[in-house]
DNA sequence: TTTCGTACCTTACACCGTTAGGTACGGCGG
DNA sequence: CCGCCGTACCTAACGGTGTAAGGTACGAAA
């Protein structure tokens, strides 16, 4: 009985750090809707009130939150060319954001400390390659526009699994069989592309990711040689 | 006298379209989170739930309000190249996302018809031109994941008028005084580049759609001639 | 004249984030 | 040993939210 509350309830006590895990935990399973105080602090075995002696307010939980997915995401490798690193990163991004649908429509927060770790990180990688600084800034908004952007486009998908997407919007045109009439491009797009077996809108991300590397690639050389 | 309610309150009727209209308008002027149904109520001249009569639910008003924004946005021209009209088609978006920020957040919602028609002229624009299906696919999946994407980071901005921005983020680079010996790659850029006068967030936007029409371009001529 | 659909209304409920103000308890100085 | 104090939690309550349930005034139609 190490514990003060009696032998009943072991819990372990509550922190600022503990809240935002478990606050990530939360939204990942149900949702950010599925995310109030009341439930966060039963789900940490802890009455309501009780999450505001370790927290401002509800704000600074998902700052913490998106802070915390920030830091999933691999920081450019320093040993590693500056293309290999930055196509690294890229795609550590969006499985992450891919991870946590609910995170990218809340980037508005104040950036945590890994926010800013990381862009740190980009900035010294593509810098140490000999980027100028208008190029760095060109480049970064660049590929953060496009990784967020892609993100942004996915978690608007109807579902999540590969395979339910089809199906789901299979659904979707047979509901709206006016399509074909209204929209007779998109109607065949989706007909003779994306319902085709094997079509994953995933897959689209690479053949953007590369064409703009080959573009900053290209600046690049342009520029310094 | 014409309305039967009496001398004082000729108010013209509730309908969904007028309503979210006037949704827009309070999301415009004071944020996302200033939108309420009894607010909303209040703005069109009647009681919360008589919104009900002529709305599905809060969500439905959410996804009348993204597609009127989609509507502001320019449907690619059928009488210029390709390449302009996805230009042109870009820029307006960005402009429309500019005007509404709190829409960025909400495309998860179910695409109306403004939405569809979009859609539906790109890719009758590309397909027009000799795009591929696989390249149309492509090509709308990276304009629209970059377009998107950075009015997302736009959006997240302290604040939006130009001169605003700079002095914002010198608040709060001072604030964090600490930042230039822990983010030594950040601070510099913040310095040397971003506070320098006469830079604009917004204007990255063309270099990076420059480049993404240019790779665009090049994979067009390589597969069709 | 009765009936009906339209467009609005009041009431009420469960839940939300948060203010205000306690309370149990371990460790500390005296 | 006693009293104090900071820590970590608590209950009660307030104004706000979306919305289910059901009522009401009224022009038009039968």
Redesign the pocket.
């Known amino acids: 009985m190490a514990s ?1 509350r009696g032998p009943e309830a072991p819990r372990d ?2 922190s600022r750090d503990r809240a935002v895990r478990v606050a990530v935990d939360l939204a990942d399973a149900g949702g950010l809707e599925s ?5 966060l ?1 039963q789900a940490l075995g ?5 999450l ?3 927290v401002k ?3 600074d939980i998902i700052d913490g939150m998106v802070d915390l997915v920030f830091d999933e995401i691999a920081l450019p490798s320093t040993d590693t060319p500056w293309r290999t690193a930055m196509e690294d990163r890229a795609h550590s991004a969006r499985a992450a954001w891919a991870r946590h649908p609910w995170a990218i429509s809340l980037m508005r927060s104040t950036p945590g400390a890994a926010t800013l770790r990381h862009l740190d990180a980009v900035i010294a990688c593509l810098r140490g390659a000999g980027f100028s600084m208008t190029l760095t800034a060109h480049a970064m908004s660049l590929l953060d526009s496009y990784v967020d952007g892609f993100a942004l486009q996915e978690a608007s998908l109807p579902l999540s699994e590969a395979g339910d997407v089809n199906t789901a919007t299979e659904s979707f045109l047979a509901q709206q069989h006016m399509m074909s009439g209204a929209f007779p491009h998109l109607a065949e797009m989706a007909q003779t592309h994306i319902l085709q077996p094997g079509y994953a809108y995933g897959d689209e991300f690479a053949f953007g990711l590369g064409l703009i590397l080959d573009g900053i690639e290209a600046a690049h050389r342009g520029a310094s040689g």
């Not at 995310?35 to 439930?39: D, G, I, P």
């Not at 802890?46 to 009780?50: D, I, L, N, T, Y």
């Open positions: 003060t006590p509550v995310l109030s105080m009341r439930r602090a802890v009455e309501a009130m009780s505001y002696y370790h307010n509800k704000d």
